[in-house]
C-alpha cells in the first residue's frame, strides 16, 4: 500500500530560500541544496521547489539549483514558478527535477499541460492550484474559484472543472494550495481537498495552513489528500519531519518510516 | 563501465548522476557497440512501450540486449525497462523484446485499498515489497525498505520462478522480476533514497549469477 507524503517546500530567490531553516547550533542555512540535502537526510519523501525570481535573466541561476539538487539527494523533486514553455519544462527536468508545476502559464495556455505530457509523460507535470472559496454561482458551482498572480487575480475558472479538465489534458498530480488557508497555521482546508482528491483519479497534495502535526493528519485522513506540503512548521524547527511521521505512524497512517 | 542504454525514452540523467555518486564508471549511450562492449547494462526507461520498442529497434538496441542477455551479462531494468523484456504489453498492444515470457498489463480500474480509499492510477509514491525470494541485488533490502514508484501498467511473467518480488496497490503485482544474469525493478532506484542507492550498488557488484 502506497504511503501517504511529507513534501517540504523551498521558496527560491535568485538561488537562495527565502527563508533559511534555522538549526540546533543557530546557523541559519539558506543554501537550497544544503537545505535539500538536510530535508533529504531527515526523511522527507519528496521536496517542491518555488522559483519566485523576479527577472527573466537572474531565472537561469535556477537551473544551476537543480543541478546541484540532484547531484545530492536520491528522492524525487519538483520545481515551479515561472515555467512558461516546453523549453522551460526541458531544462528543468535535465538539469535533474523529477517533476515541472505549471500554475498560471496553464490557466492562460492549457496546451503547455498536453504538450508537456505528451512531450515528457504525465508523470512530470504537476498542476499547481491556487484556490480561494466564493460564494456558490452558476459560474463557480463548487465555491471554489482558480485565481492568479499569488490570489490577486480571480479567473472565473471553478476549481473543481479546472482539475478535472487537467486531468484529461495530462497532468499527473496537482499540488492544491488554498489561498484562504496559505500562511494561517490554522490547517489546511479540508472540504476543498476532499473535494479535489475525490472527484479526480491522479494524486493530490495539500498545500497551506499547516500549524502542528494535527493538520496533517486531517488533510491526509478527512482530507483525503495524498501527500501534504508543509513549509513554515518544519523549516522554523517546532517540529521534524520525524516527529510529523512518527506520530502518523502510531495513529496507523502509512508514511515511509526507513530512509 | 556501464552502458546507461538510451533509446530516447525519457531523461536518464538521473540514473547516472546515482550511479556515478557511488563510484562507478557509466555512459549514456544509444550505440550497439558500447553496449555490447560495457561490463554491465542498466535498461531504463520512461514512456509508452509502443514508441519505446520502436525506437529501440530503429537504434538496433533490440538485438544487441537480446545477445548480451543470452551471453550472461548483468543487465538491470528499471519502470518500462522491467515491462519492455517481456513478450507483451497491453500498452498499445506492443510485441516486446521476450526477454521473459509474460505481459505488461494495465492496473484494473475501480480498485481500493484497506481504508476504503480508491486506488489512484498512476501508482505514484513510495511502496514497499514483499520478497518472495533472494535475490543478489535485493541484499540488505528489508519490508520495511520503501521504494519510488511511478507507473500505470506492470509487469507480470508466465511463471512464478520470474518473479522475485511484489508490492500491492489495490492489488497484489510483480515489483522485481529476474531470470538468471537479467533482474528488473519496476520502481526507480535512482530516487528512492538510501535503500534505492543499495540496490544499485548491489548491481554494480553482480556477477549475473
Same mark, same amino acid.
Given at each position: 500500500?502506497?504511503?501517504?507524503?511529507?513534501?517540504?517546500?523551498?521558496?527560491?530567490?535568485?538561488?537562495?530560500?527565502?527563508?533559511?531553516i534555522?538549526?540546533?547550533?543557530?546557523?541559519e542555512?539558506?543554501?537550497?541544496?544544503?537545505?535539500?540535502?538536510?530535508?533529504y537526510?531527515?526523511?522527507?519523501?519528496?521536496?517542491?521547489?518555488?522559483?519566485?525570481?523576479?527577472?527573466n535573466?537572474?531565472?537561469?541561476?535556477?537551473?544551476d539549483?537543480?543541478?546541484?539538487?540532484?547531484?545530492?539527494?536520491?528522492?524525487?523533486?519538483?520545481?515551479?514558478?515561472?515555467?512558461?514553455?516546453l523549453?522551460?519544462?526541458?531544462a528543468?527536468?535535465l538539469?535533474?527535477a523529477?517533476?515541472?508545476?505549471?500554475?498560471?502559464?496553464a490557466?492562460?495556455?492549457?496546451s503547455?499541460?498536453?504538450?508537456?505530457?505528451?512531450?515528457?509523460?504525465?508523470q512530470?507535470?504537476?498542476?499547481?492550484m491556487?484556490v480561494?472559496?466564493?460564494?456558490?454561482?452558476?459560474?463557480?458551482?463548487?465555491g471554489y474559484?482558480m485565481?492568479?498572480?499569488?490570489?490577486?487575480?480571480?479567473t472565473?475558472?471553478d476549481?473543481?472543472?479546472w482539475a478535472?479538465?487537467?486531468e484529461?489534458?495530462g497532468a499527473?498530480e496537482?499540488?492544491?494550495?488554498?489561498i484562504?488557508?496559505?500562511?494561517?497555521?490554522?490547517g489546511?482546508?479540508?472540504?476543498l481537498?476532499?473535494?479535489?482528491?475525490?472527484?479526480?483519479?491522479?494524486?493530490?497534495?495539500a498545500s497551506?495552513?499547516?500549524?502542528?502535526?494535527?493538520?496533517i493528519?486531517d488533510?491526509l485522513?478527512?482530507?483525503?489528500?495524498d501527500?501534504a506540503?508543509?513549509?513554515s512548521?518544519?523549516?522554523?524547527?517546532?517540529?521534524?519531519?520525524?516527529d510529523?511521521?512518527?506520530n502518523?505512524?502510531?495513529?496507523h497512517v502509512?508514511?515511509?518510516?526507513?530512509? | 563501465?556501464?552502458?546507461?542504454?538510451d533509446?530516447?525514452?525519457?531523461?536518464l540523467?538521473?540514473?547516472?548522476?546515482?550511479?556515478?555518486?557511488l563510484?562507478?564508471?557509466c555512459?549514456i549511450?544509444g550505440?550497439?557497440?558500447?553496449?555490447?562492449?560495457?561490463?554491465?547494462i542498466?535498461?531504463?526507461?520512461?514512456g509508452?512501450?509502443?514508441?519505446?520498442?520502436?525506437?529501440?529497434?530503429?537504434?538496433g538496441?533490440?538485438q544487441?540486449?537480446?545477445?548480451?542477455?543470452?551471453?550472461?551479462?548483468p543487465?538491470?531494468?528499471?519502470?518500462?525497462g522491467?515491462?519492455?523484456?517481456?513478450?507483451?504489453?497491453e500498452?498499445?498492444e506492443?510485441?516486446c %523484446?521476450g526477454?521473459?515470457?509474460?505481459v @505488461?498489463?494495465? *492496473?484494473? #480500474?475501480?480498485? =481500493?485499498?484497506?481504508a476504503?480509499? /480508491?486506488?489512484?492510477?498512476?501508482?505514484?509514491?513510495?511502496?514497499?515489497?514483499?520478497?518472495?525470494?533472494?535475490?543478489?541485488v535485493?541484499?540488505d533490502?528489508?519490508?520495511?525498505?520503501?521504494?519510488?514508484f511511478?507507473?500505470?501498467?506492470?509487469?507480470?511473467?508466465?511463471?512464478?520462478?520470474?518473479?522475485?518480488?511484489?508490492?500491492?496497490?489495490?492489488i497484489?503485482?510483480?515489483?522485481v %522480476?529476474?531470470s538468471?544474469?537479467?533482474? @528488473?525493478?519496476? *520502481?526507480? #532506484?535512482?530516487? =528512492?533514497?538510501?535503500?534505492?542507492? /543499495?540496490?544499485?550498488?548491489?548491481f554494480?557488484?553482480w556477477?549475473?549469477r
Amino acid at each position: 500500500m502506497l504511503s501517504k507524503r511529507i513534501i517540504p517546500c523551498l521558496d527560491v530567490r535568485d538561488g537562495k530560500t527565502t527563508k533559511g531553516i534555522r538549526f540546533q547550533n543557530n546557523i541559519e542555512i539558506g543554501d537550497p541544496v544544503e537545505m535539500a540535502r538536510y530535508y533529504y537526510e531527515q526523511g522527507a519523501d519528496e521536496l517542491v521547489f518555488y522559483d519566485i525570481t523576479a527577472s527573466n535573466e537572474r531565472r537561469k541561476i535556477m537551473i544551476d539549483v537543480v543541478r546541484g539538487v540532484a547531484e545530492n539527494i536520491f528522492i524525487p523533486f519538483s520545481v515551479g514558478g515561472g515555467i512558461r514553455s516546453l523549453e522551460d519544462i526541458r531544462a528543468v527536468l535535465l538539469a535533474g527535477a523529477e517533476k515541472v508545476s505549471v500554475n498560471s502559464a496553464a490557466i492562460r495556455n492549457p496546451s503547455i499541460i498536453s504538450d508537456g505530457a505528451k512531450a515528457f509523460g504525465s508523470q512530470c507535470i504537476v498542476l499547481g492550484m491556487d484556490v480561494k472559496s466564493v460564494p456558490l454561482s452558476a459560474r463557480i458551482p463548487s465555491g471554489y474559484e482558480m485565481v492568479i498572480d499569488g490570489g490577486r487575480v480571480f479567473t472565473g475558472l471553478d476549481a473543481l472543472d479546472w482539475a478535472k479538465e487537467a486531468e484529461r489534458l495530462g497532468a499527473g498530480e496537482i499540488c492544491l494550495n488554498s489561498i484562504d488557508a496559505d500562511g494561517t497555521q490554522k490547517g489546511y482546508e479540508l472540504n476543498l481537498t476532499a473535494l479535489i482528491s475525490e472527484n479526480v483519479g491522479i494524486p493530490v497534495i495539500a498545500s497551506g495552513g499547516a500549524g502542528n502535526i494535527e493538520h496533517i493528519y486531517d488533510v491526509l485522513t478527512k482530507g483525503k489528500a495524498d501527500a501534504a506540503l508543509v513549509a513554515s512548521i518544519v523549516h522554523y524547527g517546532s517540529v521534524s519531519i520525524k516527529d510529523i511521521k512518527s506520530n502518523l505512524q502510531d495513529r496507523h497512517v502509512k508514511v515511509r518510516s526507513r530512509w | 563501465m556501464i552502458a546507461i542504454v538510451d533509446y530516447k525514452a525519457g531523461n536518464l540523467t538521473s540514473v547516472e548522476r546515482a550511479v556515478r555518486y557511488l563510484g562507478y564508471d557509466c555512459r549514456i549511450t544509444g550505440i550497439p557497440v558500447d553496449v555490447s562492449l560495457a561490463d554491465r547494462i542498466i535498461f531504463p526507461g520512461v514512456g509508452a512501450a509502443g514508441k519505446a520498442v520502436k525506437d529501440l529497434k530503429e537504434l538496433g538496441l533490440d538485438q544487441v540486449l537480446k545477445e548480451q542477455f543470452e551471453q550472461g551479462k548483468p543487465i538491470l531494468g528499471i519502470c518500462l525497462g522491467a515491462q519492455i523484456i517481456l513478450e507483451r504489453s497491453e500498452e498499445d498492444e506492443a510485441f516486446c %523484446l521476450g526477454l521473459i515470457p509474460g505481459v @505488461a498489463k494495465r *492496473f484494473p #480500474p475501480d480498485l =481500493s485499498n484497506p481504508a476504503l480509499e /480508491k486506488i489512484k492510477i498512476p501508482h505514484m509514491g513510495w511502496n514497499s515489497l514483499h520478497i518472495l525470494q533472494p535475490h543478489p541485488v535485493l541484499r540488505d533490502t528489508g519490508t520495511e525498505d520503501e521504494f519510488y514508484f511511478v507507473h500505470s501498467y506492470y509487469p507480470s511473467p508466465a511463471g512464478p520462478e520470474h518473479i522475485i518480488a511484489t508490492s500491492r496497490h489495490g492489488i497484489e503485482f510483480p515489483a522485481v %522480476l529476474g531470470s538468471s544474469n537479467l533482474v @528488473a525493478v519496476q *520502481f526507480h #532506484p535512482e530516487k =528512492s533514497g538510501r535503500p534505492g542507492l /543499495k540496490l544499485l550498488d548491489n548491481f554494480c557488484r553482480w556477477d549475473g549469477r
